[in-house]
């Protein structure tokens, strides 16, 4: 500053607010954040949706494929039947009823989404609390393409049969199965030529039903598995020479199988089967009591002994009745109606057994007696030979 001028402070022209624009000026606004609480409320709401979709979903699948098993115990196949006017409604509600399902609505809802279920009348095995899926594919299967496979071993009675047709499908019962094989409508070729002898019989079939593995369809009941069984017997009769019984044996061809049938229960080993056969012409022809134990426990009381059922008074306690039982004793095989059909020649006069007898037309085989582990049997023309034979069987331990 020169000498003498004032020192009045002088603004320049750039110093003035004037000088800058308004913006520099304007007040700044702070944006607002929401609140801490609205957040936690947000968040919450969000987590219950996210919870509530987990839990349901949980849920909806725990539907679908409940646990396997109800407090430890694992579940069994069950026959389930779908009737004639059943709707997906009523199987699904049945289904639920009947523990198979837990949810009807749930396996409707899955069932309507997954290509729906084709029901047909019948019978269907299924699993108790499997997967819907998995039973919506038995259900969609036709009961006609699923079999169940059912072994009747030969020398099977009747009543073994019916307990195992109920052990084996579960639907059908053995009571069901023995009341339609008492039903004088089911009748075979081979059956006795005066069928009124069966009226007395506690199962008209007994015999005529071929044991063997048959395979059973899920909507088949028991009158056509019968049929079945009673037309196979006659086309392996017819096979084996069933039909010409009279010209082979001098017997009907009913007879041939109640023969058959004491074969079966008698005979352990296929060497043994034509010789114990010709045994039982050779004691019908000489008008001897047969004396086959395995007739006396025919249909007996459990736990019977021996001595109590050789003393009853029975048509087929062969001890005290001479002839051939009244019916079959079981149902008897190929190989079994084969050798009744086909029995073995008598000894010839050189064997072992025909000794002390000097013509041949004397030696048969009329006696035979078990005689080893494997049920073989020792067999013999003369009662001093058999009762060695029984000696041994006892020493042996075979006999009681």
């Known amino acids: 500053m020169k000498k003498g001028e004032s020192k009045k402070w002088k603004e320049d022209p750039w110093d003035g607010p004037d000088a800058w624009g308004s913006s520099d000026f304007e007040e700044v606004v702070n944006e607002r954040r929401p609140e801490s609480r609205t957040v936690i409320v947000a968040l919450a709401v969000v987590m219950t949706v996210i919870v509530s979709f987990v839990i349901g979903g949980l849920w909806y699948l725990r539907q679908l494929n409940p646990p396997d098993s109800v407090d430890g115990v694992a579940q069994v196949a069950t026959n389930f039947t779908v009737n004639q006017n059943d709707s997906l409604a009523s199987v699904s509600r049945r289904l639920e009823e009947e523990g198979f399902i837990v949810n009807s609505r749930v396996f409707q809802f899955y069932a309507s989404r997954n290509g729906g279920v084709d029901l047909q009348p019948g019978y269907y095995l299924l699993t108790p609390r499997s997967h819907v899926g998995e039973i919506m594919k038995v259900l969609n299967t036709s009961p006609s393409a699923t079999f169940t496979k059912v072994t009747f071993p030969e020398g099977f009675t009747v009543a073994k049969m019916a307990g195992r047709i109920e052990e084996k499908t579960s639907r059908i019962t053995a009571q069901e199965f023995l009341t339609t094989a008492s039903n004088p409508d089911f009748v075979s070729s081979f059956g ?209």
């Open 192 to 400: 006795p030529n005066d069928p009124s002898r069966l009226d007395d019989a506690e199962f008209r079939l007994e015999g005529l039903l071929f044991p063997d593995t048959y395979q059973v369809s899920g909507d088949e009941a028991a009158s056509a598995i019968i049929d079945r069984m009673l037309r196979l017997m006659e086309r392996v009769g017819i096979q084996e020479g069933l039909d010409q019984a009279k010209e082979k044996v001098g017997r009907t061809p009913y007879e041939v199988l109640i023969v058959a049938s004491l074969i079966e229960r008698e005979a352990k080993l296929e060497v043994d089967r034509a010789k114990i056969a010709r045994v039982i012409y050779n004691r019908l022809d000489r008008g001897m009591a047969l004396q086959i134990d395995a007739t006396l426990y025919y249909n007996a009381a459990e736990g019977a002994t021996f001595s109590d059922l050789k003393a009853i008074d029975s048509p087929y306690n062969t001890y005290k009745t001479k002839g051939l039982p009244p019916t079959p004793i079981a149902n008897p095989g190929r190989a079994a109606i084969r050798a009744a059909l086909n029995p073995a020649p008598n000894p010839p006069l050189s064997d072992p057994i025909c000794r002390g007898i000097k013509q041949a037309s004397n030696c048969a085989y009329i006696f035979y007696v078990l005689s080893d582990a494997k049920g073989g049997h020792t067999f013999a023309a003369t009662i001093e030979d058999h009762e060695r034979n029984v000696e041994a069987a006892r020493a042996g331990g075979f006999l009681p």
